[in-house]
């Protein structure tokens, strides 16, 4: 995979940004000089978000492996990937651990190009506002694609300098969990003052590394910082806000709303692969990712699921087939992808408040999850222990983020996978290394494998 790390890097930053933002690249710039001006470097960091948003990553692959892990999404096709995935069953050979990994360390590799060249350019047209963002910009994707390694696959070799040849980058070991994290945060402070303060909701800012940051404090048991950093962004009214009704953030075509902190664009050009895989054939799609019956009946719960029954559909007679729409736009694939909502952001503080003691009343952990429920249009929970809120947080995780890369990873990251979806080893928390990296590097091989694969 290395090996063509430094042939696929430069195909993309160099090739893939009209497909981000529409803009007019330069096609051709010789492998050496990839990155020499103003305009160079933009192409660079177009490119990179695309490399983020691609079917493999953000687009189809990774989101999937999350949720066809959780236990609520159905496969109704014939390929075998996806169908060990819900039976948790994956092997090493699994095309969608394959694909996703090698995806994210391409992201990885963009960034690091963009990290090692930008400052080197003397471009008078880049001034050095916009040098520190495409900087900071590169430095959020990389956190964010080692924070999405670290919770699929466990510690990982940290690469962060370019890949300009095919010995570039060997014989590095694998790094400790807690040091794979340790670097997504000095990515993160070396974001954070680059960015700018503005709102945007489809690139990197400084309210999205707070955002990135509330996360991982949370992974990292770190409650005080995850509040505080959730609270950044919730604080922030003007900006963001848990909109009205809950479809209101995905239907009728809406984009970037006060829901988003970060969520990734795709053109006919660029497509988000989801919806081929969640609607009906009548829609365009094929129907092979299905939500299962018992979420089904959570979902239309007015009780449960309130106004999040909008998350599903259901064919005309005599199907009467179930289907997921968040993905469900004309042209087919023009969806956002969600990455961070700010529905995760109360979850996180509510949580972080929990596990500080501040459990009920005015700003506390209760009040949080309140907040999305009642937005979701359901009843406010009275549950009034640490261990109520614990379990009303999992149970609402379910039903507010059913198609989205979130349930997986925080049964696992609670340790309570394994007891919800009846899971025969712990093992299987994370993702196996791809076969065909133990094949060619040692430092994946043996015994540096992940455990029971």
């Known amino acids: 995979m290395k090996k063509l790390i430094y042939i696929l890097t430069l195909s993309v930053l160099i090739t893939s940004c009209k497909k981000f933002l529409d803009v007019q690249p330069e096609l051709q710039v010789d492998q050496s000089e990839a990155i020499i001006n103003s305009g160079t470097a933009a192409t660079a960091v177009n490119g990179l978000y695309n490399t983020l948003a691609t079917t493999n990553y953000y687009g189809s692959n990774f989101p999937a492996l999350a949720y066809l892990s959780a236990g609520d999404i159905q496969w109704t096709g014939s390929q075998s990937d996806p169908s060990e995935i819900t039976k948790h069953l994956t092997s090493a050979t ?24 930008v400052p080197a350019v003397t471009d008078p047209l880049l001034t050095t506002a916009t040098r520190n963002q495409y900087l900071g910009e590169a430095y959020f994707i990389r956190a964010l694609a080692y924070f999405d390694l670290a919770r699929g696959w466990g510690g990982v070799q940290l690469i962060l300098n370019p890949t300009n040849t095919s010995t570039d980058n060997t014989g590095i070991p694998r790094s400790s969990l807690a040091d794979t994290y340790a670097q997504v945060l000095k990515d993160l402070n070396a974001a954070e003052p680059l960015l700018p303060t503005t709102v ?60 988003s902190v970060f969520e990734l664009a795709y053109t006919t050009s660029n497509t988000n692969g989801h919806s081929n895989w969640w609607l009906p054939p009548a829609l365009g799609g094929r129907r092979e990712w299905t939500p299962s019956d018992a979420l089904v009946a959570l979902l239309n719960n007015p009780a449960v699921g309130g106004g999040r029954s909008a998350l599903i559909a259901q064919t005309a ?27 995760e952001l109360y979850f996180i503080r509510s949580e972080a408040r929990a596990q500080q003691g501040n459990l009920t009343g005015a700003n506390s952990a209760l009040s949080d999850l309140n907040a999305v429920r009642s937005r979701a249009g359901i009843t406010a929970s009275t549950a009034s222990t640490l261990n109520d809120i614990l379990l009303a947080l999992e149970k609402e995780r379910e039903v507010e983020f059913p198609f989205e890369a979130d349930r997986w990873f925080n049964l696992v990251r609670t340790d309570r996978a394994q007891t919800v979806l009846s899971l025969p080893d712990k093992h299987l928390y994370l993702f196996p290394i791809p076969y065909n990296e133990t094949l060619v590097d040692p430092q994946l091989a043996g015994a540096n494998r992940n455990p029971g694969y």
């Open 94 to 117: 699994n095309g969608y651990v394959q694909s996703a990994w090698t995806a994210i360390y391409k992201t990885v590799s963009s960034a690091n190009y963009i990290i090692a060249k």
């Open 317 to 343: 007679p005599p199907g009467n087939l179930w289907y997921g729409k968040l993905y469900y736009r004309t042209p087919l694939g023009t969806d956002p992808a969600y990455v961070i909502r700010i529905a």
């Open 200 to 259: 945007n909701r489809n690139r990197a800012t400084q309210r999205t590394v707070w955002a990135l940051k509330a996360r991982l404090y949370l992974y990292t048991k770190q409650w005080s910082l995850a509040e505080e950093y959730a609270s950044r962004v919730i604080n922030d009214t003007q900006n963001y806000t848990l909109v009205t009704p809950y479809s209101a953030f995905f239907a009728n075509n809406a984009t970037s709303t006060n829901e």
